[in-house]
């Protein structure tokens, strides 16, 4: 994860969409730990992330195909993307989910899916209307529109992104029940007990300082 300050990394885009701190621990702070839905998410992955192709009902699929956007500055690859009959690609991101997914949840899945378009469009040249995430837990695929909103949405924590990466701040908890329930650095982040971001440096710096 040590990359150059331009450099996003798509997984990131959804990181920040979730939690703006999540996306700060783990790509400013290096702290990352596991719990069951990462677990889950890591083997889901396991799965998909071995780069090859095949022919199914005629579309051809590529698997763990680099991607890249130059003005964005994105990089990262898609677990799979079909490739349909008139050359257009289509993304489908694995994700293991869980059923009843808030909206709002659910709508930062759509900006990492939103972020393999827009790298795709620049790749092959050509418009991407749409992608789908693929949901483990339910088996089923959800078609995302790659309309201006979302667009909109991928430019605006594109520049968010680049902002922290600028500054170096660390954002305040969001304390939102569902995200915190299900983030694996919730006892890191301790966001019950941290008020600012003041308060929430003076415990890092405890909790990783060198000295005895």
């Known amino acids: ?3 150059e300050p331009e450099t996003i990394p798509i997984s990131a885009l959804q990181h920040w969409a979730y939690c703006p701190r999540q996306y700060a621990l783990i790509y400013m702070e290096q702290v990352f730990e596991e719990n069951l839905f990462t677990l889950r998410g890591r083997a889901l992955h396991q799965r998909v992330d071995d780069p090859g192709f095949e022919v199914r009902e005629g579309l051809r699929i590529e698997r763990a195909l680099p991607l890249f956007c130059d003005r964005l500055g994105l990089v990262g690859k898609a677990d799979a993307v079909e490739f349909l009959p ?5 993304p489908v991101e694995y994700k293991q989910g ?6 709002d949840i659910a709508a930062c899945d759509d900006v990492q899916l939103a972020a393999q378009i827009l790298c795709l469009e620049e790749m092959f040249g050509r418009v991407v ?3 789908a995430l ?15 909103a979302l667009r909109e949405k991928l430019e605006e ?12 701040s660390l954002p305040p908890p969001r304390k939102d029940a569902v995200r915190c329930h299900a983030c694996s650095l919730k006892n890191v982040c301790q966001p019950e007990t941290l008020n600012n971001e003041a308060e929430y440096r003076a415990i890092l710096t405890r909790l990783f300082s060198t000295e005895d």
């Not at 008139?86 to 289509?90: A, I, K, S």
């Not at 869980?98 to 909206?103: A, P, T, W």
């Not at 693929?134 to 201006?148: K, L, P, Q």
């Not at 924590?157 to 922290?164: D, F, G, H, L």
């Open 129 to 131: 209307p749409e992608g």
């Open 1 to 3: 994860m040590n990359l």
């Open 134 to 148: 693929y949901y483990a837990s339910s088996r089923r695929r959800r078609i995302v529109m790659m309309d201006e």
């Open 98 to 103: 869980f059923r009843n997914k808030r909206s």
């Open 86 to 90: 008139d050359g257009t690609p289509y």
């Open 157 to 168: 924590v594109s520049t968010q992104i680049r902002e922290a990466q600028l500054l170096a």
